[in-house]
């Protein structure tokens, strides 16, 4: 997924001619026989199976409970491949009627199913560990180690079957509800710049354009319409929050960040480490870097639309779809040819959904959907670099997806954390090959300018999502949140993060509201500034000449959920819970900052 951007309208890079992706290697369509049938031949295995191992788990031997594991991942895999078509479908156009009425209409179907599985998680977490290690001794059973530790972080935090069915079936009507009005409501919002009027994406893609003049137009036109709805994205705010603390007090969680965390797989004090190590640095990342751009623009202060405006000199071309489709395939490639033919399956099948259009969700992402399927890519392409970057991004996500597929469908899901890891080394691939290739020193120095604002969009931005949603989330426990009060600490983070260079308007004070993230994966947003540090690390032990390392590096991508960051990491001499890990990362950003100081 990439870390921020906003809805689309299909109005750049001749977005009729852009190609869209196939969804037939899930079902032909919505009224497909096959879809139907899946759902009514898992429902009916469901109900079969509680049949047969509800309350006896513990009486099984390692050889049966082994046999339960595959009989359960057969069901998830069927259940997920339907899941899988319905959110796509609706991820490409939440504003037909029909999609979304079918999306809901899936999601509780699934959910009605998923009633018949859930005691299989929590009878699993009710074994008593000694009895587990006797049964784990059967190799059957030993294949499923990785999974069955997964599951059993949870046990400090697992309620009662007849709750834990409760909070499952009233979810689509809970969590799940307030999520689709999201989406529902930005897909339908309209903004008017210079006469023209059209969807949010295409307004905050303006806030790139080369003419201060219309970055301006268009970015206080878009905090005047979300202005105008902030009541709203308030309320599924503040609700969203207040269902996610009744949640985490009913399962003891520490804090409102500590579930993600676990469902990360990564320690408290990692994050705490790594969010610590960022604002402490923000004077000289952030903070040094927007004072030069100022300079370079001749503004004594900038303001929030120029955060991404081009910096003078550099051109506004227009990159070609084909174009960007060869830099992200040569960068691969000259990786290694392994890699290159994984990506270019993506990019010579209708996996890849590009243009920009009316409905299609925010910013980009890539779905793994199924192993007995392929992944998919979703991209709203506007023909920048940073759009070729972000091809690059999502292509990495899928690399991941295609090797970890082979831990089958219950491991090959990976944390958060360590998702965004291929991602953001498909994107460092790409700047150095394209970066290697210039010449021209003035384009040299705008590319490694480009890098570096797109890397304190990763990194610094992130952190201060993650600060807001904190402060958001805390401050919700003692009552629920006016509108202008979540404008004001949106200010405060942004004011803290972006440093002395900006001056901060009152209409930027709405923003937060189109960030998806906050809505549909709270706390998510440190796993991008997690891969970035990470990725900068691991490339710096590339660059340097490790031996074996594209070996080492398919080997950790094909794990897939199996093996936990600690693990992951050894094989290159780094370790995340290193209080010096983190500075690594944030040293190459600096790094580059310096250069540009010097040119």
């Known amino acids: 997924m990439a870390a921020e951007a906003g809805p689309a309208s299909a109005s750049d890079q001749g977005a009729s001619t852009l190609p ?5 290697a899930l079902y032909a369509g919505m009224d497909d026989p096959a879809l139907q049938a899946d759902l009514s031949a898992a429902a009916a295995a469901a109900k079969s199976f509680a049949r047969l191992y509800q309350g006896r788990l513990s009486s099984l031997s390692g050889g049966q409970l082994a046999q339960a594991m ?83 972080m949870y046990r400090p935090h697992q309620l009662g079957d007849d709750v834990e069915k409760v909070l499952l079936e009233k979810s689509v009507t809970g969590a799940q509800a307030w999520c689709r009005l999201f989406d529902e409501t930005i897909a339908a919002l309209r903004v008017t710049v210079d006469g023209q009027t059209m969807p949010v994406g295409d307004a905050l893609n303006r806030l790139s354009d080369t003419d201060r003049a219309v970055r301006e137009r268009a970015g206080k036109a878009v905090g005047a319409v979300f202005e105008g709805n902030v009541r709203l994205f308030a309320l599924i705010t503040n609700t969203l929050a207040k269902d996610k603390s009744i949640s985490d007090g009913l399962r003891h969680f520490a804090r409102p960040t500590s579930s993600r965390n676990l469902s990360n797989m990564v320690e408290d004090g990692v994050v705490d480490a790594l969010v610590s190590a960022v604002r402490t640095d923000y004077p000289r990342l952030s903070h040094r870097y927007y004072s ?54 993506f990019l010579t099948n209708p996996w890849i959904d590009v243009p920009p259009a009316p409905g299609k969700s925010p910013g980009a992402f890539a779905h793994p959907t199924v192993p007995s399927a392929h992944p998919y890519i979703l991209l709203n392409y506007h023909g920048r670099i940073r ?48 970066l290697d290739g210039e010449k021209d020193p003035t384009r040299r120095r705008l590319l490694l300018a480009g890098k570096v604002e797109d890397m304190l969009n990763t990194v610094v931005r992130q952190i201060a999502f993650y600060e807001f949603e904190t402060r958001v ?91 936990r960051h600690k693990e992951l990491l050894a094989p290159f001499g780094l370790d995340a819970s290193d209080p010096g890990f983190w500075r690594k990362g944030l040293d190459v950003i600096s790094g580059f900052i310096d250069q540009l100081e010097q040119d």
């Open 20 to 24: 869209r992706w196939d969804l037939s």
């Open 70 to 152: 595959s009989e359960f991942e057969e069901i998830e895999e069927k259940l997920g491949r339907a899941g899988s078509y319905a959110s796509l479908l609706f991820a490409a156009d939440s504003s037909d009627a029909s999609i979304s009425r079918f999306s809901q209409s899936i999601n509780e179907r699934l959910t009605d199913i998923s009633a018949d599985l859930l005691f299989f998680g929590l009878e699993l977490n009710r074994l008593d560990e000694a009895d587990l290690q006797t049964k784990m001794e059967d190799p059957a059973l030993a294949r499923w180690q990785p999974y069955l530790r997964d599951v059993r």
């Open 292 to 345: 030069l751009k100022a300079k370079w623009m001749g503004l004594d202060k900038l303001e929030h639309w120029d955060r991404n405006a081009p910096l003078p000199g550099c051109e506004d071309r227009q990159i070609p779809w084909d174009e960007a489709k060869t830099i992200v395939q040569k960068a691969y490639d000259g990786f290694d040819p392994r890699m290159g033919k994984v990506i270019n399956t």
């Open 387 to 434: 759009d070729v970057m972000t091809l690059a991004h999502e292509l990495g996500h899928g690399v991941h997806q295609v090797l970890a597929a082979r831990q089958g469908y219950l491991m090959s899901d990976t944390p958060l954390t360590l998702a965004e890891t291929a991602s953001v080394f498909g994107e460092m691939l790409t700047f150095q090959s394209l």
């Open 473 to 563: 989330h805390d401050e919700r426990k003692k009552g629920e949140l006016l509108p202008e009060r979540i404008g004001e600490i949106w200010r405060s983070v942004q004011t803290e993060s972006l440093g002395p260079a900006f001056n901060f308007t009152s209409d930027y004070d709405v923003f937060w509201a189109y960030i998806p993230h906050f809505i549909h994966s709270p706390f998510y947003v440190y796993a991008y500034a997690f891969g970035d540090c990470l990725v900068n690390a691991l490339y710096k032990v590339f660059s340097e000449g490790a031996p074996g390392f594209q070996d080492k590096y398919i080997g950790m991508l094909e794990a897939g959920g199996t093996l």
